[in-house]
Nanobody, 124 residues
């Protein structure tokens, strides 16, 4: 069982930066691929970024590539999403999720555990 708690969301102007964090409970954090997903009002939840167990491999949605960076600190049981050059279309609730499968997967339905989400709002 893994419990995930996101933090760091807020309101930022377009072009600004924000870092959201996700703290995980349990001693097996390093056994999980971690992902960030987001859901805007009226839209389906979409993949943003994922990072492998060791942190050596990352994957990004095309819409955020070059602007967002996912990272993790296994000693602190925390995964981060650094968001730069934010755009109004990045406005959404951001969720972190954990997947126990050995191969990195990008579909939200494959992830076993989810946080409650943190709101990110980008004003124009």
């Amino acid at each position: 069982q893994v419990q995930l708690v996101e933090s760091g969301g807020g309101l930022v102007q377009a072009g600004g930066s924000l870092r959201v964090s996700c703290a995980a409970s349990g001693r097996t954090f390093s056994s999980y691929t971690m992902g960030w997903f987001r859901q805007a009002p009226g839209k389906e939840r979409e993949f943003v970024a994922a990072i492998s167990r060791s942190g050596g491999t990352t994957n990004y949605a095309d819409s955020v590539k070059g602007r967002f960076t996912i990272s993790r600190d296994n000693a602190k049981n925390t995964v981060y999403l650094q968001m730069n050059s934010l755009k109004p279309e990045d406005t959404a609730i951001y969720y972190c999720a954990a997947d126990g499968h050995i191969v990195m997967r990008l579909m939200s339905s494959r992830y076993d555990y989810w946080g409650q989400g943190t709101q990110v709002t980008v004003s124009s």
